[in-house]
């Protein structure tokens, strides 16, 4: 049997025994799934009465309009981050040190600040309204940390590309744009996707300011006597819809980096077969006649 210094390769006894962990862990899991259902069955969760309001139109039409509004809020939120992300990280990686230090010093105020207090503190000291309050407060928390991914990124591309380009003769911003930036993309995708599922989650905080999202739309018909307070539906109508999105923004950053590594800019480009030249003058470039 063959192996190496860090890992042995498993023989018979070893994947009888990691079959019989995968057995053990499976049979666990079903009986914890099972417990739960049990629970929601002998609380009454499945009753008809708790799901009646999603037969109305009107409720349905509550729920589309707060995933709408969710969806609109998180748009807003994603690229006005992006944007201060990519400003703020530029002062962060600037040669001038009075906006260097000042960029340092927003990205570290608004990292160390928690999110729903910015947005309380737009809402109720700015007075601005709920959408754009918001979408500020989420702006502001998720570009400073997405400031200190993309500058985390372009330093960790290999400092031979930096000086390979300024040795071309290349300015800063040439080498940022055209050389740093783009190598630094692939390592900063899944980091920024991951930032936006973030995003996209705490646009569940609108309903603490009143602001008509998803969310809040659930909560309204979770608090209805009427239909014996279906929490829990509410919940499980509600949670599979965000974990689809934040699926779909994963499968999205998938989607993206397959087609970066397929596009043209990075396939190999074909070289055409070598040729005859001219002969260069001197010596060893003319041609003799045959004697």
């Not at 990691?18 to 499976?26: E, I, Q, T, V």
């Not at 809402?123 to 959408?131: E, G, I, N, S, Y």
């Not at 930096?162 to 003769?169: D, K, N, Q, V």
């Amino acid at each position: 049997m063959t192996g190496t210094a860090l890992y042995d390769i498993p023989g018979p006894h070893a994947h009888r025994r990691h079959r019989l962990y995968g057995l053990l862990a499976s049979v666990a899991i079903a009986a914890l799934i099972g417990w739960v259902i049990y629970l929601l069955v002998d609380t009454g969760q499945f009753a008809a009465r708790k799901w009646t309001p999603f037969e109305y139109v009107g409720i349905q039409e509550m729920l589309l309009r707060g995933l709408a509004n969710t969806l609109r809020a998180f748009g807003y939120a994603a690229v006005f981050s992006l944007v201060l992300g990519g400003l703020l990280a530029a002062g962060r990686l600037s040669d001038h040190r009075p906006l260097r230090w000042a960029a340092t010093l927003v990205v570290e105020f608004f990292r160390a600040m928690p999110v729903l207090v910015m947005i309380f503190f737009v809402f109720v000291a700015l007075k601005v309204q709920p959408l754009p309050a918001l979408v500020t407060g989420l702006t502001l928390y998720n570009g400073s940390v997405l400031a200190e991914v993309f500058r985390t990124g372009v330093d960790s591309v290999e400092r031979g590309q930096r000086e390979a380009a300024y040795a071309l003769g290349m300015h800063k911003t040439q080498v940022m744009t055209y050389v740093l930036v783009p190598q630094a993309v692939r390592a900063m995708l899944p980091t920024i996707i991951s930032q936006l599922v973030v995003a996209l989650k705490d646009t569940s905080l609108g309903f603490l300011i009143t602001y008509e999202e998803f969310l809040h739309a659930g909560k309204l018909i979770a608090g209805n006597l009427d239909y014996g307070l279906p929490f829990i539906p509410v919940v499980m109508i509600i949670s599979p819809v965000y974990i689809g999105m934040c699926m779909l923004l994963s499968w999205l950053a998938t989607w993206v980096a397959k087609r970066q590594r397929r596009s043209l800019k990075t396939e190999a480009v074909e070289v055409a077969p070598a040729e005859p030249g001219t002969l260069l003058p001197g010596p060893a470039g003319h041609h003799h006649p045959p004697q």
